[in-house]
């Protein structure tokens, strides 16, 4: 099967025509009950991107989006290191390319000279089903707990 992944605009994901249906499968999969209803917000990722704080992107089998991820890179105060946080990441569950998509983040964010990138993924999900077989490479280092304020 013919697949590229490649760094891509917001706007691309966006505007594709399989973008909003693939969206939607990313919500329904990932989404977080605490949080609410997903409302991605077009204007924020193009100004991340503008900003150069963030990166996008897409993955395509036989020429079709079937996913798509965002990259955030920032120097923490903490540390006063770049380190990467994987905003968004998410394949369809027909397309077999998520380790390819992973692979363009880790390599981006490296790139950008980051120390490390961080991953998180709602507990059982496929993500973090891949997480934990790949343990050799993605170390489970943290633990994210939520709590409902609103």
């Known amino acids: 099967m013919t697949t590229e992944v490649r760094a ?27 949080i609410g209803k997903p409302a991605p917000r077009r204007d924020m990722y193009e100004n991340l991107e503008a900003s150069g704080l963030g990166q996008c992107f897409a993955a395509y089998e036989k020429g079709l989006l079937v996913g798509f991820a965002m990259v955030l890179v920032c120097v ?10 994987a905003e968004s990441l998410f394949v ?16 981006y964010a490296a790139a950008q000279g980051c120390v490390t990138i961080f991953y998180t993924a709602p507990v059982g999900s496929r993500l ?13 280092t943290n633990h994210v707990f939520s709590k409902r304020l609103a």
């Open 76 to 85: 923490v105060p903490h540390y006063g290191l770049s380190l990467a946080n």
């Open 128 to 140: 973090a089903k891949l997480l934990f077989l790949c343990a050799d490479e993605y170390v489970n």
């Open 8 to 34: 891509c605009s917001s706007a691309e994901i966006f505007d594709d025509p399989l973008g909003p249906p693939l969206i939607q499968e990313y919500a329904e999969e990932c989404g977080n009950a605490l």
């Open 92 to 107: 369809t569950r027909s397309a077999h390319c998520g380790g390819q998509l992973m692979k363009a983040l880790d390599d």
